[in-house]
């Protein structure tokens, strides 16, 4: 029996999905299963690792019952997972701690700690600003719970304790994909290494950090009772894998210099696409990632809540003042039916709503780290209806990528963008698409394929068993996009260019006047 179907899982927060493909691409079978999140307390988020286990396990199974193929013509798996949470193993292979999620925020005090004394160069080494990640989050275990700190092994991300379980792998072979490291806070990112430097920097111990690999390296196979759990067949190759963003970008065909990614889903996430390293550390904006194609680099950044602004306006503004309901369609439970109205409306009103701007922080800037940032809407006047207000928080969205692209630009002058490749929920709007295409200057390509981080992570898993040579190769002739690009319109170009020039001062300011709008009232005032 030939081995020519390719298994991606994705391990994400809320729900892990997988993915059964024939090797040139096509879709047989995808499943998701809901994943367990806690939040005991503020600013607490934890999940445990044998969720991310079990229900990879239970994904998988479903695709074989739902598509028939039998597991032996499973060439490989491969996983890809959220990517700044961190978990814990013992020398057992068990869980020592519950997993650390991305979303957890115990280790803001370490994060302002290493961005005062260790900030330019923690960027400049790992490629990304000193944030909510690996870095921060290992060294609060040390300092809040040395006694667990001492009964950690190894610090391991989702993939490598789904893969080394479903493997049978000892602690000592635990590893990490060169994906992820930009987000360890403790690596040379251009080296593809730990550094020695931020590491003793950091009083962290070596001995925890697993090892790196590319993530098609094969790291194992799958056991006996893995292979019981899952449903595949004893032996199955497993792969590495990677990071979520990596494996979408290269589902997405993302791997040519000057190729933009837009993810256009809950948050707004714009990577671009470069074959040299580059390190943000004037602004703090970009993080740049290593990406799953050798000799790629991903520098990203993104709005937090980009999308979910759009759900918000809809849900309390839109239409109030003409008694329609604030909540979703009858009948329409994803609201399509009032988001065409909106964009329809919006689309009435000239570019710029006139001089109506929006900022899309609602919870807290992110890129650069700015918590203090917070919505606004500033310039209206009687004249400004719904649709204007609508119009400039889709606007903001593009505007904010114009900011990271000019950024991008500054770092390497020479990177000509040639086009953006967009997904997501947002990405079904050829309005929005024309929108951002005039912003950046850059056409726009919507992908047809819809799941990229299942498919990307299978991508992996062909190149780990020789199903593809050369995976940049691979992935571009399986990228499929819908449509004719979405050109630029010169003259609409032109006149958001000094509007996007606004927008970048004005975030500025705002970043200044929430700052101090947090200060205690009356801190500064003289006393008598």
Known sequence: M???????????????????????????????????????????VEQALCDFYETA?????RLFRESGVDPRAVAAIAFDSQMAGIGTIDDRFRPATRFDSWLDMRCRP????????????????TGCAPTCDHGPKMLWWKEEQPAVYGRIAKFVVPTCYVAGRLGGLA??????????????????????AWSDELIGLLGLDRGK??????????????????????????????????????ACALGAGIVRPGMLFDTAGTASVLAGCTDRYVADERNGAL??????????????????????????????????????????????????????????????IEPGAEGLYFSPHLGGRICPASPEMRGAW???????????????????????YAYYVRILSELIPELSMSEARVAGGGAKSTVWNQMKANVLGVPYRRLDREELGTWGAALVAGKAVGLFGDLAQAAAERAATRGAPIEVESETHAVYAPLVERYIRLQERLEATFRELQEPAGGSAKKE
Not at 6 to 20: C, H, Q, R, Y
Not at 57 to 61: D, T
Not at 110 to 125: D, K, N, S
Request: aromatic letters at 10%.
């Open 57 to 61: 396990a239970l994904a998988v199974g």
């Open 378 to 400: 500033v310039g209206f006047t009687w004249k400004h209806t719904e649709a204007h207000f609508f119009r400039a928080i889709l606007e903001s969205v593009a505007f904010e």
């Open 171 to 192: 602690a000592e072979s635990a590893f990490i994909d060169h994906t992820f490291i930009h987000f360890s806070g403790v690596s040379d990112a251009e080296k593809g």
């Open 2 to 44: 030939g081995a020519n179907y390719l298994i991606g899982v994705d391990l994400g927060t809320s729900a892990t999905k997988a993915g059964l493909y024939t090797a040139s691409g096509d879709e047989v079978a995808l499943a998701s299963v809901e994943v367990p999140i806690a939040n005991p307390s503020p600013g607490v």
């Open 110 to 125: 370490q994060i302002e700690r290493i961005r005062a004394t260790l900030g330019p160069r923690v960027t400049r080494l």
């Open 209 to 246: 950090l697993p090892r790196i690999v590319a993530p098609w390296e094969v790291v194992g196979e799958a056991s006996d009772r893995g292979a019981s759990d899952f449903g595949l067949a004893p032996g199955t190759p497993i792969a590495a894998g990677c990071g979520d963003t990596a």
């Open 287 to 348: 993080l740049t990632m290593r990406s799953v194609v050798p000799g790629i680099w991903h520098p990203l950044a993104y709005i937090a809540g980009g999308g979910m602004a759009l759900r918000w306006f809809r849900d309390n503004f839109w239409g109030a003042d003409q008694g329609r309901p604030r909540s979703v369609a009858s009948g329409d439970p994803n609201g399509g039916a009032q988001y065409d109205e909106m964009i329809d409306r919006a689309l009435g």
